[in-house]
């Protein structure tokens, strides 16, 4: 029954779109033993002192070292939750205030020079402030990481609940659709789109978060390990860090794009 | 005639970009009687798709009122179906959950009975296989279909159609125009098209105003005593074409 609809969209140019991303998927990892073999070289040609610049295999020995004693498991763990808790807390807090904001430009006006100064204010700044009030705990961190992944969550939300077509407002209007349905069939599926590149943004923002609100006072985390590694000169420990991190943020922009495939399949079918 | 639909006296006037007022429409009044075809005919800017959102009651006139089987209308009702110059389709559902849409915001019966409804009008606008695409894989007429579909579904008493067909190819026009006549035959609801067309008016209406813009009003009536069922052939009779030049004259005249 769907025959002249794949007939549509299967078109020559969709089957080499897809033979490009598989070869772009094989590149990935083949980039990475570039990069790898690279390293190593300069640092066998250079000859550089492991504090300096460990080499690979160095960095990979005290990765497995860290994971054995169950320090890298603990600190990771803690980074990841407070990454977590501060995307939760700011994004829902962006989305309630970016919806009410993008319903009442009276408000926009009156709330938005305050919310640009906040963003005016370098949250490195902020970070030590949010440590002495709410303490060495993981709170203060999420509450650094929830502040930096509000903004351009607020701002998507803001411009996609704006750029609701107004013909498919009227439409609902005319159906005498509740706020409720008019949110849910209507806004929330039109927004999706613009909201997504936000999130993207957000969810990296978030790890960098929770990393300054490590660096200024915390007694575990990544960027703890960190401050650790660089007061011992521990430079492998410190590439383990930094690699962990550097995961952590590519696991939530993964899990960001998976859940834009699922969610907003209809733009695919072009 | 029994007022089905009444306009009295409409004034409606907008803020140009000049911040100038505009007087969109001064003082318009019509009526339309219960299972009428009415077109409307004009030039740009005359008023006609303000008209359109008044009837509906989109929009709320300065003066006058709009009144269905005696009572005042103030605001959309889902008797109402409106079929928008564009298509207006959610890109994110389907066909057959677009056709659905007034069912569900309604919530008349399960969504298993809403999406059976669906799926019956999905093949009498003749777009089977084509229920679970997506808007964007369709051409504007059968775009313009599911907008049909969807305004249909509910079975409103009255369907106002704002310039449907005005984005379309003549041939698809053509066709869209038989097709709507087809459903029209089928259950007569009262019908008020805008339409820049003439002989598109003349050929789906039983009565057609010519209105002119700057203020928007009505100028002309034409009632057009051509038997039913209509045939495409009927436009180039003498006697259609009599009446096209008669409207042509009222408008252009304007």
Redesign the interface.
């Known amino acids: 029954m769907n025959v002249q609809v794949q007939k549509l969209w299967r078109s020559p140019t969709h089957a080499m779109s897809r033979r490009l991303i598989r070869i772009e998927i094989a590149l990935i990892p083949l980039a990475l033993v570039v990069f790898l073999s690279a390293w190593e070289l300069l640092v066998r040609w250079q000859g550089y002192p492991a504090f300096i610049l460990p080499s690979p295999a160095l960095v990979w020995q005290r990765f497995l070292a860290l994971l054995a004693d169950g320090r890298l498991l603990m600190h990771t763990t803690a980074t990841v939750t407070e990454v977590l808790g501060g995307l939760a807390l700011g994004l829902t807090v962006a989305l309630v205030a970016g919806y009410g904001l993008a319903k009442s430009p009276l408000l926009e006006r009156i709330l938005s020079p305050y919310i640009v100064a906040s963003q005016a204010v370098p949250i490195v700044a902020l970070a030590p402030l949010l440590v002495i009030w709410f303490g060495f705990g993981s709170l203060s961190k999420i509450l650094v990481c929830a502040l930096t992944v509000f903004f351009p969550a607020l701002v998507t939300t803001m411009v996609g609940i704006r750029s609701v077509d107004p013909d498919l407002r009227a439409l609902m209007r005319s159906l005498q659709a509740t706020r409720w349905q008019t949110f849910a069939l209507l806004e929330a599926p039109s927004a999706l789109p613009v909201m997504f590149g936000g999130l993207k943004v957000a969810v990296t923002l978030a790890v960098i978060g929770a990393v300054v609100g490590e660096f200024v006072g915390a007694d575990r985390g990544l960027g703890f390990l960190i401050n650790l590694a660089r007061g011992i000169l521990d430079t492998p420990m410190l590439f383990v860090a930094l690699f962990t991190l550097v995961a952590i943020a590519l696991a939530l922009y993964t899990a960001v794009v998976l859940l834009e495939y699922v969610l907003l399949k209809w733009q695919r079918q072009r | 005639m029994t007022a089905f639909l009444e306009a009295i006296n409409l004034r409606k006037t907008f803020l140009d970009p000049t911040r100038s007022t505009l007087l969109a429409l001064d003082g318009l009044s019509l009526l339309v009687a219960e299972g009428e075809f009415l077109a409307i005919v004009g030039p740009s800017g005359c008023g006609k798709s303000t008209l359109l ?1 008044l009837l ?3 929009e709320r006139p300065i003066s006058g009122q709009v009144r269905l089987r005696g009572q005042p209308l103030t ?4 008797e ?1 179906g ?1 079929v ?1 110059q ?1 298509a ?1 389709l ?4 389907t066909v057959l959950d677009n056709i659905a ?2 069912l ?3 919530r008349s019966g399960q969504t298993r009975q809403a999406q059976a409804k669906a799926r019956e009008w999905v093949t009498l606008v003749g777009l ?7 808007p ?2 369709l051409s504007g007429g059968m775009q313009q279909r599911v907008a049909l579909a969807r305004a249909l579904i509910h079975e409103p008493t009255l369907l106002l159609l704002d310039e449907p067909f005005g984005a379309l190819d003549a041939l698809t026009r053509e066709r869209m125009n038989s097709e709507l006549l087809n459903i029209w035959d089928r259950r007569r609801v009262t019908v008020v098209m805008v339409t820049h067309s003439i002989s598109e008016a003349l050929f789906l209406a039983d009565r057609v105003l010519v209105m002119a813009p700057r203020p928007g009003r009505v100028r002309a009536e034409f009632a057009v005593p051509l038997a039913r069922p209509r045939d495409r052939a009927l436009i180039t009779e003498p006697e259609f074409v009599q009446l096209v030049r008669a409207v042509r004259a009222e408008i252009s005249d304007v």
Not at chain 2, 75 to 78: G, H, S, T, V
Not at chain 2, 128 to 134: I, K, M, N, S
């Open positions: 959102r509906a009651g989109l605001a959309p009702r889902r109402i409106f928008f564009r207006n959610m890109p994110w559902r849409l007034p569900i915001v309604s089977e296989g084509f229920a679970h695409a997506y964007a894989q």
